[in-house]
């Protein structure tokens, strides 16, 4: 039986896991599968409750499983704790521990959002891409120093990478481009930072395997201008964790909402990890609004990639392209632009889905 760990977390992590376990169990009972389900403490919750963010029992049972699925960390409660103590070091402690140097991140703009956006319809209508994220590397994970000198404090954090680690998320990054349209963007700092500049050097020898595939370095900054300015230039982004970090949340405002972006974290182990890429959203929290659509398609990159179930990742994908034609919306999306919005709260939203899934939608 395949095993799944869930981990809600902090803030609005329960709020939306819960609106993805009920679509898990739709799925399960359509498609015959039994998933063993099992929650544990996480975050800011495993502080209050067991002392640490990341508690040996959690990581043991994540390291057994099949697929973790996350909500999110953190939140002002635990924000004065020191930076090892913290809720998001939870985050990267799974995130090393169960080996997952990569995260993948689709940006793709559902239609019946395209009307209500900020941003004109030519530029976002269709964008589907996908943004590739170093995960356990860089500066997340570097040494930092904090010393008193004659003039204050001193600090420092390391932004570190060997050959090898650059090399296996830019040889995924090649990889997938080959199985969507051949384009890659490698995103680098190449004109100031050392690490960037042996990323691009990487690149352009392993690009010599990769004869069809079309590449394009980009300069992070110009990266950060050009996905919304053209963002259907791309199609595949590869980028360093922190840079990803950073490009995926701003490319999520092309599709309405960060509250609408699933992610994928995946290794060299069999257990990967889905969560959306958003974080506890505190100053929501309790109040029944968060968006849980994007860990209900983080759940669907979970069927997909962790159980080969193509088809339930789709019927998911299309039951929420369903509810929000049919108008829809959680606050992040809704807009005075178009009078036929239907606010919804979390748990609506949630049901909405099943209720698609089960053909029993009337909208
Ligand atoms: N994967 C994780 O667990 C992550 C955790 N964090 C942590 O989360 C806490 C809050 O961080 P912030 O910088 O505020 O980022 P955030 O992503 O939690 O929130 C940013 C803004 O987006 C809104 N938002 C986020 N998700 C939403 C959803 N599903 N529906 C509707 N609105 C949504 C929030 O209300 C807020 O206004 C911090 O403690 C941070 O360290 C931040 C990012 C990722
Ligand atoms: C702890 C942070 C690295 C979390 C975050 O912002 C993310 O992974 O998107
Ligand atoms: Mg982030």
Redesign the pocket.
Known sequence: MPKIAVLP?D??GPE?MVEALKVLKVIGEQYHMLFEVNEYPV?GYAIDHFGEPLPDTTLEHCLQSDAVL?G????PKW?DLPGESR??KA?LGLRKELKLFSNLRPVKVYDPLVEASTIKPEVIQGVDLLVIRELTGGIYFGERTKVMTEKGIKVSDTLTYTEEEMERIIRLGFETAMKRNKKLASVDKANILESSRVWRKIVNTMAKEYPEVEVQHVLVDNCAMQLIRNPKQFDVIVTENMFGDILSDEAAMLTG???MLPSASIGTEKVAMY??????????AGLG????L?TILSLAMMLKYSFHMNEAATQIEQAVDHVLQAGYR???LATNKIESTKLTGTKEMGDLVVQVLKGEFIS
């Not at 999110?72 to 939140?75: F, K, M, N, R």
């Open positions: 977390g803030g609005i939306i975050g996350l999110a960390v953190g939140g924000d809720p998001e985050l909402s960060i509250g969560e959306p890429i958003h974080g506890s959203a505190p100053d929501i609004i968060a968006n849980p994007a959680t606050k992040d």
